[in-house]
């Protein structure tokens, strides 16, 4: 069975740092494309960052643009997205997505609360 699981998430105050991780099982991850998601409560997703399947490519929205970085291990299923200069406007529940031709996944997010 497919899985995703997220780490990483906490409560930092604004302009700090906080390292999500997201374990991928039960498929191939190599071949996937990776995206990162967020959602305020009473709001819609909001797309991130993503990183194609060999980690050669990645985007970001300009939310994060030079704050995040995004990066991925294929050798250990693993998928990152490092946070720095956190705001509150940060705070959200992040999710991991993994996607191939017809095939997606979701993890089961992991909040990020960004307060002093």
């Known amino acids: 069975e497919a899985q995703l699981v997220e780490s990483g998430g906490g409560l930092v105050q604004p302009g700090g740092s906080l390292r999500l991780s997201c374990a991928a099982s039960?498929?191939?991850?190599?071949?996937?494309?990776m995206t990162w998601v967020r959602q305020v409560p009473g709001k819609g997703l909001e797309w991130v960052s993503a990183?194609?399947?060999?980690?050669?490519?990645?985007s970001y929205a300009d939310s994060v643009k030079g704050r995040f970085t995004i990066s991925r291990d294929n050798a250990k299923n693993t998928l990152y997205l490092q946070m720095s200069s956190l705001k509150p406007e940060d705070t959200a529940v992040y999710y991991c997505?993994?996607?191939?031709?017809?095939?997606?996944?979701w993890g089961q997010g992991i909040q990020v609360t960004v307060s002093s």
């Open positions: 997505n993994a996607r191939h031709s017809v095939y997606e996944y």
């Open positions: 039960g498929f191939i991850f190599s071949a996937y494309a």
């Open positions: 990183i194609n399947s060999g980690g050669g490519s990645t």
